[in-house]
């Protein structure tokens, strides 16, 4: 038996027995019965289903990276200006407030890019905080 895991858990499906037919092709054996059983058990839509599923998950993740991947750089780019306008002893509220607005977001898909998107972010509250605001 051979195990298909998909998102509605695990189907057990006969294994197919492979023979050599007699003009030397290969056939799957079993016959047509065998085979309809099989088909009606897991039933092909279902797995073509999962398939077009996983494929589809694929793009919001990607997108979703892409996104996340932006907000950081945006947040890099906003705590090095709020470094250089601290240094002539100033601090521009719009900024202190698009840094609020970058630290909310949604999580990216690769927890790589989610460690180092929290860690920037981390640094930027704690900016905020240091000038009485909450992100």
């Given at each position: 038996m051979v195990v298909i895991r998909g998102v509605t858990g695990g189907t057990?499906?006969?294994a197919a027995r492979s023979t050599r037919g007699a003009s030397g092709g290969f056939r799957v054996g079993g016959g047509a019965d065998e085979a309809r059983e099989a088909n009606a058990s897991i039933g092909v839509s279902a797995a073509t289903a999962i398939g077009l599923l996983q494929v589809?998950?694929?793009a919001p993740a990607g997108e979703r990276n892409a996104r996340a991947f932006r907000r950081g750089e945006?947040?890099?780019r906003e705590l090095k200006a709020l470094q250089l306008e601290l240094m002539e002893g100033r601090a521009d509220p719009a900024r202190l407030q698009e840094l609020i607005r970058?630290?909310?977001g949604e999580?990216?898909?690769d927890p790589g890019l989610a460690e180092a998107l929290?860690?920037?972010a981390l640094r930027?509250?704690?900016d905020?905080?240091?000038r009485g605001m909450e992100a």
């Open positions: 057990n499906v006969p589809q998950e694929l945006d947040m890099l970058l630290t909310q999580k990216p898909a929290e860690a920037i930027a509250r704690l905020l905080a240091r």
